[in-house]
């Protein structure tokens, strides 16, 4: 007797699905007119059990009165996302877009996801800016340019000039100002804004040109901080736009606030987002303090922004 094989069992189990119930009629064991019945069905259940995929795209198509091919590709690519989402991916990285002052903005795993306490530093940017007026205004670290566009939403006559190290998170900044039809006024430039400033290159980059505002949100977490972190931004946000190099994490900020004088006007203002250390070490340093330096709460009242005034 040969072994039953289980692609035996899996077309018994769908004949014995597919078959009707056996009605009472004399001499017949199956009900009238399906002579071809028992043939189709024993064809039919050596075909593949329908996947998951396919068997959703009918129930959705059923439902949203979709047409089947459409549904069959929405259903896999949200099959995909449901799988991403369950190894703990962010939500928004899952859907390639976070909302940030009141728009969305592209995201992907190259830049870091926009929080909504940065949202203060777009509000004391905007606070510095005479709508009646030009500006310009530089962004180092752009990532994916929340901060730079969300600005140039709320002000006609800004241009932006933005910093941003990695050409992947670059170029999503650049894909945000043309979705939002800034990108005439946005301008994106890949470099190393710490190595350019230490070696004092960044000034012929961008031509000499002086700026009325400078904004930063800048990768401050300390070393030891890195290994609290959740799970979710450990692994799928970049390190390059979370991890503060240096002792304390504080090498960017010393540096850039340092090196100020040569970018901005005199009189004008540096903006930078901060957490408790860098604002304990804003308050400790002399040579901020003479910059003119205040501190500012964010929504929820924590110290978030430190503000020095040049020159």
């Not at 991403?84 to 899952?94: A, D, H, K, W």
């Not at 592209?106 to 929080?115: A, M, Q």
């Not at 939002?180 to 006024?185: A, L, P």
């Not at 692994?235 to 090196?259: C, D, H, N, R, W």
């Amino acid at each position: 007797m040969s072994e039953l094989r289980f692609s035996d069992f899996k077309a018994a189990l769908k004949f014995l699905i597919a078959v009707p119930s056996p009605v009472a009629i004399s001499g017949n064991l199956f009900p009238p007119n399906k002579k071809n019945m028992i043939k189709k069905i024993i064809i039919s259940s050596l075909k593949p059990i329908p996947s998951i995929e396919f068997s959703m795209s009918r129930i959705f198509s059923h439902v949203f009165r979709i047409k089947k091919e459409s549904i069959f590709i929405t259903i896999s690519n949200l099959i995909q996302l449901v799988k991403r989402s369950i190894r703990g991916e962010p939500t928004q990285l899952v859907l390639g877009y976070q909302t940030f002052y009141e728009h969305e903005f592209l995201i992907n795993e190259n830049c870091l996801i926009p929080r909504w306490e940065t949202e203060s530093l777009v509000d004391l940017a905007l606070a510095h800016l005479s709508k009646k007026k030009t500006y310009k205004v530089l962004d180092i670290g752009s990532g994916s340019g929340d901060i730079g566009i969300s600005i140039l939403m709320k002000h006609p006559f800004l241009k932006v000039v933005a910093l941003e190290k990695s050409f992947f998170a670059a170029n999503i900044s650049l894909l945000n100002g043309k979705k939002h039809e800034v990108d005439k006024r946005y301008k994106v430039v890949v470099c190393d804004a710490i190595t350019y400033l230490l070696t004092n290159k960044l000034k012929n980059i961008l031509n000499g040109k002086r700026y009325d505002l400078l904004l930063s949100n800048p990768p401050y977490i300390q070393c030891e901080d890195m290994k609290k972190l959740v799970l979710s931004v450990k692994k799928f946000e970049p390190k390059l736009a979370l991890y503060g190099i240096g002792s304390l994490g504080l090498k960017f900020q010393e540096t850039v606030i340092m090196k100020l004088v040569c970018l901005l006007q005199p009189t004008k203002k540096f903006l930078m987002e901060a957490d408790i250390l860098q604002i304990v070490f804003f308050r400790r340093n002399s040579r901020i303090r003479e910059g003119r330096g205040n501190i500012f709460f964010d929504l929820v009242k924590n110290p978030r922004i430190i503000e020095v005034t040049v020159g």
